[in-house]
């Protein structure tokens, strides 16, 4: 009998034995799914204090996981940076948003560690008390900035709606003025027809004739004589026989090479002259609208003139300070939608940060059910060794089993089956 129970314990311990082995290796292969993956960029230097080389390596990869964001953040904090830090780890939370409960929380826990679940639990507690404290800072500080974003929008609305009144006003301003150029012209228009049409009367005087005639004659002779040198000869008779013609030339801004021409009174034997005096060209539009008044024996008056050309330059001056204002209104207009732009981007952020922060709600993880399915296991004994520079060590004490006593086993008429014991044994 005794060596049927001694048999039946041996499959026992070797059950037990094989049971053990089993749970040894879910064990690590439960651990390893339950850690940052070993060898992750810049966490050797986040280990010995070197932050901003850690976050420069960490910064040059393109595409990252939740684990380089996290040390990433750790890198910031280590800089002071905590915005970027709340930054980078608000992409670590969404990053891990959708994995499973196994997975959700590992970029927390050092690689090659085993970690019990009451300890997981601490890292995460921690780790969710400083990223909240750090949303509730950065989501304060966005919302202020957005507001003022708001209400600096709204002000660069009204003053664009004071550059527009502004720039009706002055479009106002440059059509009266061009009511009050045209009533001018009209009125040296005037003036010069009527210069025109007087003329000097003949004299109706009859010479009689008689002995006196050849005194006449002569005396008129000599009168057609001095005229003849006068404009032969007089710089003043050659300058009042110079005369234009019209020339059928287009209403554009090309330079004018019809021939002579008036300008304000002034005769120009080309353009070239003019250019030489004025230091601009002359051009078709300009002769086109001269000619009518400086025309070849046309009479004109030197002061309207002048007024009408005044009140042509403060009609340009109008019409270019109006649409400066226009200018202005609209760059405000884009620039009041960039500051809503921007104050839409920070309440999406403080929104993005709020649902992350929602994130550490679930009361779900690391039971301290070894093996359950779907929740962080204990792992195998938690060594107080070297924790990568991140995380604190936990002491859980001796483990006291409380002198546990199994009592006398009792088989309860245990069938083996047929096996006999080996009377050798």
């Not at 001694?6 to 082995?21: A, D, H, Y």
């Not at 080389?53 to 910031?76: F, M, R």
Request: no cysteine.
């Amino acid at each position: 009998m005794s060596l049927k129970l001694r048999s039946k314990q041996s499959w026992q311990l070797i059950g037990l034995s094989l049971l053990s082995l089993t749970m040894l290796f879910s064990s690590m292969s439960l651990n390893e799914a339950q850690a940052r993956k070993p060898g992750v960029a810049g966490e050797a230097e986040i280990k010995a204090g070197n932050f901003e080389a850690a976050s420069a390596k960490l910064e040059a990869i393109d595409i990252k996981n939740a684990d380089e964001w996290y040390l990433l953040g750790k890198a910031y904090m280590g800089l002071g940076q905590k915005q970027k830090a709340y930054e980078a780890w608000t992409e670590t939370l969404h990053i891990n948003e959708k994995l499973s409960k196994r997975k959700k929380w590992t970029f927390l826990f050092p690689p090659n560690k085993p970690l019990k679940g009451k300890q997981k639990k601490a890292l995460k507690d921690d780790f969710e008390d400083e990223y909240k404290e750090l949303n509730s800072i950065v989501a304060r500080m966005k919302k202020n900035e957005a507001k003022d974003l708001k209400n600096k929008a709204k002000r660069t609305r009204i003053d664009a709606k004071k550059r527009d009144a502004k720039e009706k006003q002055l479009n106002k301003m440059a059509a009266a003025k061009s009511k009050t150029i045209d009533s001018k012209q009209r009125m040296a228009d005037r003036k010069s027809k009527t210069r025109q049409r007087t003329r000097p009367k003949r004299s109706t005087r009859r010479v009689k004739s008689g002995g006196g005639s050849w005194l006449v004659k002569a005396f008129i002779g000599l009168i057609i004589g001095l005229i003849i040198f006068a404009v032969l000869f007089g710089k003043r008779g050659r300058s009042r026989s110079r005369s234009v013609r019209y020339y059928d030339v287009g209403y554009d801004d090309g330079h004018f090479m019809g021939g002579p021409f008036y300008y304000r009174g002034r005769y120009y034997d080309s353009g070239d002259m003019f250019y030489r005096s004025h230091g601009y060209h002359y051009t078709n539009r300009m002769y086109r609208d001269n000619y009518d008044r400086w025309g070849s024996g046309q009479a004109y008056d030197e002061a309207l003139d002048a007024e009408i050309h005044h009140d042509i330059d403060q009609r340009e001056d109008l019409y270019n300070a109006a649409a400066d204002e226009g200018y202005q209104a609209d760059v405000m207009r884009a620039d009041a939608d960039h500051y809503e732009q921007d104050a839409h981007e920070l309440e999406q952020d403080i929104h993005d940060g709020d649902e992350a922060a929602g994130f550490f709600d679930d009361n779900h993880e690391f039971s301290d059910d070894e093996f359950a399915d779907d929740e962080f296991a204990d792992d195998e004994a938690y060594s107080d060794g070297d924790d990568g520079g991140f995380e604190d060590d936990y002491d859980d004490g001796d483990y006291d089993d409380g002198d546990y006593d199994d009592g006398d086993y009792d088989d309860g008429g245990y069938d083996d089956g047929g096996f006999e014991d080996d009377p050798d044994a």
